[in-house]
């Protein structure tokens, strides 16, 4: 069991101290991923979903933050009680990330050489087992992984400044850099999303298909329902820091069953047309005064009692669907 | 149908760009080149393109923020560029826009009362302050926010809430006609659905004609009756909503559409197979010669490169811009 996951979470709460009291950001999340599986996170604006990773690359600081887990493990390892030296080894070498505004990301003052030289001397410093490699051993490395996500013209994209290059050039480099240290885990923060479609479409089946090659898992975090379903194998939706849903894509997106994930999905406009639904009624609650219970229940139609008093918990409702409503586990307990 | 409300004719907009010692021109951006369409009344009219295909510069050409390098707008058979200093004022209460980022659209300075209250002084609207709050509680009824908002401050609202006030805003002069430049791109897809609800709600209620200018393909297949894809500058294919997406006769629109991330099996089956190689979007500022597609298409050869392909009707209403369309419309029946 250990070894399977790559990624293991289990009932993570972060809590910040804010001016207006406690903001209750993450409550009780679970997550899990197998090795080498694509594992998408989606939710709205301000569900959680960059809280989440930020936990997860042991970038929160505490205070102001605030964690409690059971288990927050990294290939065996927890994270959050790693000493400041191990957790940057692990960074650079183990988990990679790719962001998403490439512009932002890279330093708009050295060239996509000596940025991609950089991450890869950083790698071997820490790796202590290969000797310290000479410029060429980077040179070549750094061009062979420019040709991998097909960049034209390698050797005078290394001598370009960022700001020579598109956009979608840019996401390019920074995947380059993502994988030129062959990490084991990928946590890709909604890429792409400052593309145009096409270009979008482009990049996200180059990552999807460097990762498959590499058997790299990754953690794909978007809002956007279509990005999620055609890039990963496994959901997870979000609503207000509690986990409501996850199943396998093709599952989760053709029959979701939590109240939240069926309007969001009726709210996305269709290819094939036909009106849009209502949405959801409300909005996002604010994290200092949290509903209890289901964060959902004040805006969901089928809320019942039970829903403001306990957190109902992931359950399962068929094969590795599940879902964290009452509606379903109710419907269990009286079958059984 | 019924008569056009907004008709544009080969319009052009050129951007010049500026550099060297005295500044002196260098060049020119051609970000709108050669245009024409109408747009009829009641009618929801489509403009979708990527970024750099000049589908924001002719929303703000048609309510006159730029002044085109050349051709011509007629809005309710009035030339817009040269209309009388007194028929402007009326212009300006018939056209009315929305942008894309309510937040900078607000003036964060001024309560929701006070940006809603300048239209109707402006255009004298209301008598006096107290038939001007009545109508300001009237506009916020009909988006959906109770008249409390009033005196609240665009900081307060949430991005839907802030949408909904500057779709108000537009809708205080009574408009007929409205440009909606990516009304709900900043949104997220819940919020996004109320707001295109409530927008096509008040196109039938009240009679609207849009301009919707849009890069979601999905989101125009639910909105537009008719669609323009724009590509550098030009349109590369006009459709009704259900032809374009049933036959989409030009490579760029079949690439366009099976690039679009979908959430169902039932969506991935309708998607038309791609058209154009790896690549990126070439610069406005030096698009490719001939059909500026070329450059990505796999259908291109050597007549693409140097001979810009004509508009043609190829079907009813069904307008494709290719030199080998034919090919795409043998493909289809078969």
Redesign the interface.
């Known amino acids: 069991m250990e070894d399977r996951h790559i990624l293991d979470i289990q009932d993570l709460h972060v809590y910040f101290r804010v001016y207006e009291g406690v903001s209750y950001v993450l409550d009780g999340i679970y997550l899990h991923i197998a090795r080498g599986e694509r594992v998408g996170l989606v939710g709205?604006?301000g569900c959680g979903k960059t809280v989440t990773m930020k936990t997860v690359m042991g970038m929160l600081k505490s205070p102001p933050a605030i964690i409690r887990y059971d288990k927050v493990s990294l290939d065996g390892q927890d994270i959050l009680k790693m000493s400041p030296k191990e957790l940057l080894r692990v960074k650079g070498t183990k988990i990679s990330m790719i962001f998403q505004d490439p512009m932002n990301a890279l330093n708009p003052v050295f060239t996509v050489g000596e940025q991609l030289y950089d991450v890869i001397r950083f790698a071997q410093k820490r790796l202590d087992n290969e000797k310290n490699p000479s410029q060429k051993e980077i040179h070549d490395r750094g061009i062979a992984i420019l040709k991998e996500v097909?960049l034209p013209d390698p050797e005078r994209i290394m001598g370009n400044y960022p700001l020579e290059l598109?956009g979608?050039?840019r996401q390019r480099v920074l995947i380059a850099m993502a994988l030129v240290n062959e990490p084991s885990f990928l946590i890709a923060d909604e890429p792409g999303t400052a593309l145009?479609?096409?270009?979008?479409?482009?990049i996200?089946n180059l990552l999807k298909e460097l990762v498959e090659n590499r058997g790299i898992s990754v953690l794909l975090i978007s809002?956007?329902?279509?990005?999620v379903?055609?890039t990963t194998e496994r959901a997870y939706i979000m609503y207000a820091g509690q986990i409501v849903e996850t199943a396998p894509v093709?599952l989760l997106?053709?029959n979701p069953v939590h109240p939240y994930t069926q309007?969001?999905?009726?709210?996305?406009?269709?290819?094939?047309?036909?009106?849009?639904?209502?949405?959801?009624p409300g909005?996002v609650p604010d994290y200092t005064v949290a509903p209890s219970g289901c964060r959902f229940h004040p805006r969901c139609t089928h809320s019942m009692s039970i829903c403001s008093e306990k957190k109902p918990s992931l359950t399962m409702i068929e094969p590795d669907h599940y879902v964290a409503c009452y509606l379903y586990t109710e419907q269990k307990e009286q079958n059984e | 149908m019924n008569e056009p409300i907004l008709v544009v004719e080969n319009l052009v907009k050129y951007f010049p760009i500026r550099g060297g010692l005295f500044h002196h021109q260098i060049g020119e951006v051609k970000a709108v080149d050669d245009i024409s369409f109408n747009i009829k009344s009641d009618e929801i009219f489509g403009l979708v393109g990527e970024s750099g295909s000049g589908k924001s510069t002719i929303g703000k050409t048609l309510v006159r923020i730029y002044k085109p390098t050349s051709g011509n707008i007629r809005f309710k058979g009035k030339d817009v560029f040269h209309i009388a200093e007194k028929e402007l004022f009326f212009f300006k209460k018939e056209v009315q826009m929305v942008f894309q980022d309510p937040k900078s659209s607000l003036n964060p300075r001024r309560s929701i009362k006070s940006t809603l209250e300048d239209p109707l002084i402006v255009h004298k609207l209301a008598q006096n302050g107290h038939s001007r709050k009545k109508t300001i509680k009237d506009l916020l009824q009909m988006v959906e926010l109770s008249s409390n908002y009033m005196y609240k401050y665009p900081s307060e609202l949430s991005g839907g809430q802030r949408q909904r006030i500057a779709i108000a805003r537009a809708l205080a002069v009574k408009p007929s006609f409205i440009v909606l430049d990516e009304p709900t791109s900043a949104l997220d897809v819940s919020v996004q659905a109320k707001i295109i609800r409530l927008l096509q709600r008040l196109q039938s209620e009240l009679q609207l004609s849009y301009l919707f200018i849009s890069h979601d393909l999905s989101l125009m297949r639910t909105v537009a009756s008719r669609i323009a894809v724009m590509y550098l500058g030009r349109i590369y294919e006009l459709a009704p909503t259900e032809e374009l997406f049933r036959n989409p006769l030009h490579p760029y629109t079949r690439t366009l559409i099976s690039a679009v991330p979908v959430v169902s099996e039932k969506e991935q089956q309708v998607k038309p197979t791609k058209q154009s190689k790896e690549g990126e979007i070439p610069s406005p500022a030096n698009p490719p010669s001939g059909c500026a597609f070329h450059s990505r298409c796999s259908l291109a050869d050597q007549i693409c490169s140097e001979q810009l392909p004509e508009l043609v009707e190829v079907i009813q209403g069904h307008f494709v811009r290719c030199h080998h369309v034919s090919l795409n419309i043998a493909s289809a029946k078969l």
Do not use: K, Y
């Open positions: 709205e604006t097909r598109s979608g050039m145009d479609v096409t270009i979008q479409d482009q996200l809002h956007n329902l279509g990005v379903r055609e093709d997106f053709e309007g969001l999905l009726a709210s996305v406009p269709s290819l094939t047309g036909g009106e849009i639904a209502e949405g959801i909005m």
